[in-house]
């Protein structure tokens, strides 16, 4: 019997590194590059259109946004703002999609092909403003500010997120330092890379480094504190450590460094898809289909779909079918039978009891 694959669902010129879904407009966003090494490899932020064709979903490039030497490492997204950490710095960019109105020309495009081009691509897109005109929709990307995150020796902006309501973004880099655009907070988490990180509704702060530890900050104080020798296994020869923190919802999407993708039950961890070595390379990023906006209409029969990229330039899909379930009226008419069976035994053992 041979692997379990899951489908491609897009290919780009470049690896991939980063991933984001926009519930308004369904939207999949994907960004990478080869950074700034003359290799003749792109760095780019590709904006991709949903669509639920024949009750497959498929995905076609509606936007590409040049990103000159800079390779995109990690999004955030809120609204229409998309921060991006390229390098030491993070740049915010800001796009508009809307329908067309009437046949109006295409302006700037893209050359860069997808698995599905959509037709009559122009010319590569200007540095600022650019925008995209497709059949049935209008896609506008712009560049708004960049501030460095990042001042090691070696800098680089390591992760990026918005807060729950959209008023903070929080970076982390290889310094080990929470900094933000206008500096609200900066402080010192961990020593050395931080990996990821993640703000709660309550204003909590959690990071988890390359150092072993986990660690939940109220501001700039340290409420508590994992670390790995001290509250995981032990393996003296192996370095394991805390790799990625993300917020409490219906599933969890996990991607490993073997290019292994799994989805999971959030409160029980219960394993529900598992595909060993989808991109037989590490995975860089996943993002669930939204549960609002465009999502519900996007899933077809299907209870949830994650994506996945990594470094080999493929997004993957990946499915999970609706669990059987028990509908609602056939529980009601089990409980009324129950109820009917238990006082017919009760007449039979009691009579006169009713």
Known sequence: MGRRRAPELYRAPFPLYALQVDPSTGLLIAAGGGGAAKTGIKNGVHFLQLEL??????????????????????????????????????????????????????????????PRQRKGAAPAEKKCGAETQHEGLELRVENLQAVQTDFSSDPLQKVVCFNHDNTLLATGGTDGYVPSLEKVLEFKAHEGEIEDLALGPDGKLVTVGRDLKASVWQKDQLVTQLHWQENGPTFSSTPYRYQACSESGTFLGLGTVTGSVAIYIAFSLQCLYYVREAHGIVVTDVAFLPEKGRGPELLGSHETA?????????????????????PVWLLLLLCVGLIIVTILLLQSAFPGFL
Not at 68 to 73: F, K
Not at 306 to 326: E, G, I, K, N, T
């Open 53 to 114: 064709i024949n009750g497959r979903l498929s995905a076609s490039l509606l936007h590409s946004h040049d990103t000159e030497t800079r390779a995109t490492m990690n999004l955030a997204l809120a609204g229409d703002i998309l921060a991006a950490g390229q390098d030491a710095h993070c740049q915010l960019l800001r796009f508009q999609a809307h329908q067309q109105q009437g046949n109006k020309a295409e302006k700037a495009g893209s050359k860069e092909q997808g």
């Open 306 to 326: 994650l994506f996945s990229v990594a470094v080999d330039s493929r997004c993957q899909l990946h499915l999970l079918p609706s669990r059987r379930s028990v």
